[in-house]
């Protein structure tokens, strides 16, 4: 384990090595175009209208901040495998049912979470010190904020997954956002859809 992690060292002004496959990414945005495309539904929470792809589901949520609603396509993101037989044994204090849960993989889907904070005050300031932190244009809205991340597997393209920070203009709504598509073109292509499809205008 030492020799490995000795050998897991570099220098940073050296660049990265050519063994070295990052897990996370943080792309830059392409342009992005308004209007929500042909064949999307068009929804809405808390004054904020919004499209996503034909055939997605909804289901509301209790949120963290206000109720919210979750929206839920047909594409597999990812597969979180369960966790083994060997490391369940060591979780001592756990029930059969817990262990049981653990075991499960869990699959993940392309999906768009929203909820809302109070009216009033913009609640969010740009997390400068993240480097996927990106400002967007929002008609209706006077802050807002994406950090996006492309979450690698063996160095290979899983999914994008953004947060989203958004507050109306004249003291209107604080909404929070979690978007996850697919790693693939077509997952870039539906993000900078749904970010174009954002409209706070009353």
């Known amino acids: 384990m030492l020799r490995n992690f000795v050998g897991n060292l570099w220098l940073k002004d050296a660049g990265e090595p050519d063994w070295y496959k990052p897990q996370f990414e943080h792309p830059t945005l392409a342009k992005i175009e308004r ?44 597969v979180e495998p369960g966790i083994d037989a060997a490391t369940l044994e060591l979780w001592t204090d756990a029930s059969e049912e817990e262990k049981k849960r653990a075991a ?28 996927e932190s990106q400002l967007i244009d929002v008609p209706g809205a006077d802050y807002a904020e994406v950090q996006l991340t492309l979450n690698n ?41 749904f970010l174009g499809s954002l409209d706070f205008r009353r």
């Open 104 to 131: 499960e993989e869990m699959t993940s889907f392309e999906r768009v979470y929203v909820q809302g904070g109070k009216p009033g005050g913009n609640w969010w300031s740009q997390t400068m010190s993240a480097p």
């Open 35 to 78: 209007g929500i495309p042909a064949g999307w539904q068009k929804t809405e929470h808390n004054d904020l209208t919004f499209g996503v792809p034909e055939g997605w589901t909804s289901a509301p949520t209790e949120g963290q901040f206000s109720p919210g609603v979750e929206w839920t396509g047909t594409t597999v993101t990812h």
């Open 153 to 193: 597997v063996d160095g290979e393209p899983d999914y994008y997954s953004a947060s989203i920070y958004l507050h109306q203009e004249g003291q209107g709504e604080n909404l929070f956002l979690v978007v996850d598509f697919d790693g693939g073109k077509q997952g870039w292509q539906d993000l900078h859809a």
